[in-house]
């Protein structure tokens, strides 16, 4: 267990003007079964009009609206979380589970995904956290933490080809692989110790449980990692979305922190 | 049925179509192209005893359509008990992770049906699909059986047909049902899309506004129509008549300009009731259809009254061993396709062709269904002078309300060419009117 501090800073600059923007960011963790969240204080600029609600993951939803001109929207948050309360959530039964076990448009495997889940076999009595731990550790051994190679509209079959990646390719393709087997998985957003962006990892169906595996870093989660969103994948838990009017160049940064509270 | 002095006005009715504007739009090669919808003077007649029959199944159909769209946004017991595979249902295209949880206002997920059915030479009814998602055809019926009046008043004085031209009254009432607090609209994509004409005439008959996604905005949660002067008004109700896909660029196709950014948001929270509700089409997929009798008798424990043609799913093997056995005699249908495309005759094939297809078939399995070819009962048509036999369907159109309501009419297309099954407006066929006789 532990008691966590974050922060997470996001601003987008556009070099002309944009107008009648709208946005959902989906960057405000919940309180769960393994995560407790207290003193949340979120700002975004501009503020005109702002509604809040769940999407239809549970996910927690800041919907708005910026009319008149502007060339900068920015969202601070922070708050604290207590970590590592349980070592997974529960997820009711696995009939309910099932659009979790179906591939999507970036998890869809192809030739390449296909020829690397032949390699292995399991015995029946295998669990899926058995297999998925069998993924991780081949998926780590071969595939290569490279930034810049790969952007978030790369799929899981185009990042396996390319043998590296980041976060968001290594959930994708474990997300593939165990779908390959009809396990549940979920894609998840959060944040993580130590890193200065935010991080993805994957949660894999376990006997009414979601396990979470941060293929990544080749671990189980335990109380380093803050879950912001799940979904089926990457497009279920984008943090910003927006449509606006104006012919402009954006660009993004994006500033995390997480330390431990009192140090 | 006296003798039909309508028959001779069948050019009258045309020009007059023609000169409301009663088209419909296909694009082709990248262009634009209108078309005249060609009507034939010869109605489709149904008895009164007859109807009444179509229309205990219809009703009965509906209600399981719609409480099976419930149950698997919701409680999924369907799949829970394992009468519909789960496969079928998340990977049907017209699944939306995003209806998680959703209960529309009412419960209503499928306002507007379009039935299409067909009649074997046996006299028997056969359901040919489930259209839940925006279906078209309703105006065309409507507006002709208004022109034939004009051109021939006897043939309505000579022979007792129910009056079709409550089709609105049944829509504003479908609305209005739902409705949740302001004005009605009917979201149009613009002029370019096929069924416009169709749009605009349901909006001046139902006293709907007819909007473009530009003329809507979402503020404070709720859902405004903004006139020309400027002003907001609430909007209670969308009768939408674009697809889930391009409804909301913030949760569905990002790339799309005509939805309305927030749209399905508000919907969610209860303020703004969508018809035909997001995500309904995950009951109007092929292969879905194959379980619909399944869900009558699952939800409402009773025997269904119009059946299926015999459909075959290849998933299943014994199916997928029937199908290989009798290929040449079934019609295959892809279960991502509509509008008469995908469909392929077994008899058709040349050898080449069918190696491909069975290859294709037995890697995905799932993306097929097989049906007996049913042997139609022709209809007559007027070609020139002589009355020619014709394939022809029906599309019933049942609205859900507080109770279903089934259209005392309907939109019977026929196929021009009398070797040619598929009756599409898209692939050139015309229509009819629909008779329901009222003794």
Known sequence: MKELRFSYEMKLTFDTPIQKHRFTLKCMPRTTARQEIADLQVAVFPEEFLEEDEDSFGNRCIFGHAEGLHDCFSVKMTGCARTGLHDREPAGELYRAGMYRCQTDYTRPGERLCAFAEQFSFAPEDSNLTRAMTFMERLYATFSYVQGVTDIYTTAEEALALGKGVCQDYAHILLSLCRMERIPCRYVVGLLMGEGASHAWVEVYEDGYWIALDPTNHLVVDDAHICISTGRDYRDCTINQGVFVGNTTQTQEARVSVWEAGV | ?439
């Open chain 2, 1 to 439: 049925m006296r003798e039909v002095d309508l028959y001779r006005h069948t050019d009258t009715v045309n020009e007059l179509l023609a000169r409301y504007g009663v088209k419909f739009g296909i694009y082709k090669n990248n262009e634009f192209k209108e078309q005249l919808f060609p009507f034939d003077a010869i109605p489709r007649v149904i008895g009164q005893e007859e109807f009444s029959y179509l229309e205990k199944g219809l009703k009965q159909r509906v209600l399981a359509l719609n409480q099976f769209i419930c149950d698997i946004y919701g409680a999924k017991q369907i799949i829970r008990d394992k009468v519909v595979p789960e496969e079928f249902v998340y990977l049907s295209s017209g699944y939306l992770a995003q209806c998680e949880g959703v209960m529309p206002s009412k419960g209503v997920y499928t306002h507007i049906a379009g039935i299409d059915l067909v009649q074997g030479k046996n006299r028997e009814w056969y359901i040919l699909e489930d259209n839940l998602r925006v279906p078209s055809g309703a105006s065309y019926p409507m507006i002709a059986r208004e022109l034939c009046r004009r051109s021939s008043p006897r043939t309505f004085q000579d022979n007792h047909v129910e009056d079709n031209r409550n089709y609105a009254q049944l829509l504003r009432a479908a609305m209005d049902h739902v409705n949740t607090g302001g004005h009605t609209v009917i979201l149009t994509p613009g002029r370019y899309n096929a069924a416009y004409f169709e749009h605009s005439y349901l909006a001046e008959q139902t006293g709907a506004h007819l909007v473009t996604g530009s003329e809507l905005t979402v503020e404070n949660d709720h859902l405004y129509f903004m006139d020309y002067s400027g002003r907001k008004e609430p909007v209670g109700a969308v009768y939408r008549r674009i697809s889930d896909e391009y409804l909301d660029p913030m949760n569905f196709n990002r790339e799309s300009v005509i939805g309305i950014p927030h749209i399905y948001d508000i919907y969610r929270k209860g303020n703004v009731a969508l018809l035909n509700a997001p995500g309904n089409g995950v009951a109007d997929d092929k292969g879905i259809y194959y379980f619909v009798p399944k869900m009558i008798r699952y939800y409402l424990g009773e025997e269904p009254i119009l059946q299926n043609a015999p459909t075959y799913l290849p998933f299943y093997e014994e199916d997928m061993a029937y199908v290989l056995e009798h290929f040449d005699r079934l019609v295959l249908k892809d279960v991502a396709e509509a509008g008469g495309y995908g469909v392929v005759f077994g008899s058709g094939m040349t050898a080449q062709r069918k190696a491909e297809f069975l290859a294709l078939l037995k890697k995905e399995p799932r993306r097929f269904i097989a049906q007996e070819v049913i042997d139609f009962l022709d209809i007559d048509i007027m070609e020139g002078q002589d009355r020619v036999p014709r394939k022809a369907d029906l599309r019933a159109f049942v609205l859900l309300g507080e109770e279903p309501m089934v259209w005392k009419s309907g939109l019977t297309r026929f196929s021009r060419d009398p070797d040619s099954f598929i009756v599409n407006s898209s692939q050139g066929g015309g229509f009819k009117d629909t008779w329901v006789l009222s003794q």
